[in-house]
């Protein structure tokens, strides 16, 4: 069964902590995706990845970098954590050459970061 | 530009009863996917449905049922027969083709489905 694995499911932070949210994906998939989920303001993405080391901003980038170093693996960052990044975080994958995966995304079954 | 509108914030009903998720889009694009996800309270959102801009016919699986409709830029989901097990929230999306494949989402709709 194909998936998308995120580190943690849980994950509490201090204020000012440095913080790696990691996503792996088995599928050879080309675009990852990483979205936060805030109650009533749905999904927001932060960033989105085409290919390898390549990366580009979403809605909500400030306060987050990414890092794609390998095809499989997609790295959200928090440099400076802070108390409203408290959020549930998704990450997901889509092929754009795989027709078997509709186009559509697989995500990750979220962490549910608290900073503190 | 594009968007993706879904109305209502939370439907609540009683196990049985059928309901419909309401789903209108925006876009000039003639080529488009539309999806429907549901996202359980264990937090993952998992694919129910794609439809594409040049099938407009119904699908039928199980329960649940779509209706995609052009001419009213709407892609509605209905659930027959409610289920405790079908309380959720579900997310419509879009996806255009210019965009990479990047989707579109709907704010989403809290359905409770009681016993």
């Known amino acids: 069964d194909v998936k998308v694995t995120q580190s943690s499911r849980y994950l509490v932070k201090r204020t000012g902590e440095k913080v790696f949210l990691e996503c792996v994906q088995d599928?050879?998939?080309?675009?990852m995706f990483w979205y936060r989920q805030d109650p009533g303001l749905g999904l927001r993405l932060i960033y989105f990845?085409?290919?390898?080391?390549?990366?580009e901003k979403g809605d909500i980038p400030e306060g987050y970098s990414v890092s794609r170093e390998k095809k499989e693996r997609f790295s959200l960052i928090l440099e400076s954590a802070s108390t409203n990044q408290t959020s549930m975080y998704l990450c997901a994958s889509s092929s754009v050459t795989d027709r078997r995966y509709n186009y559509g995304y697989t995500f990750g079954s979220g962490t549910r970061l608290t900073v503190v | 530009a594009q968007k993706v509108t879904q109305a209502q914030t939370e439907i609540s009903v009683v196990e049985k009863e059928d309901v419909t998720l309401d789903c209108v889009y925006e876009?000039?694009?003639?080529?488009?996917?539309l999806f429907w996800y549901k996202q359980p309270p264990s937090g993952e959102l998992v694919f129910l449905i794609r439809r594409n801009s040049f099938d407009e016919q119904n699908e039928i699986s199980g329960r649940y049922s779509w209706n995609f409709q052009k001419s009213t830029s709407s892609f509605n989901f209905t659930i027959t027969a409610s289920q405790v097990v079908d309380s959720a929230v579900y997310f419509c999306?879009?996806?255009?083709?210019?965009?990479?494949?990047?989707?579109?989402w709907g704010a989403g709709t809290k359905l409770i489905i009681k016993p």
């Open positions: 876009t000039r694009d003639t080529t488009y996917y």
């Open positions: 599928m050879d998939h080309e675009n």
């Open positions: 990845s085409y290919d390898v080391k390549m990366k």
């Open positions: 999306a879009l996806n255009i083709m210019d965009s990479n494949y990047q989707l579109i």
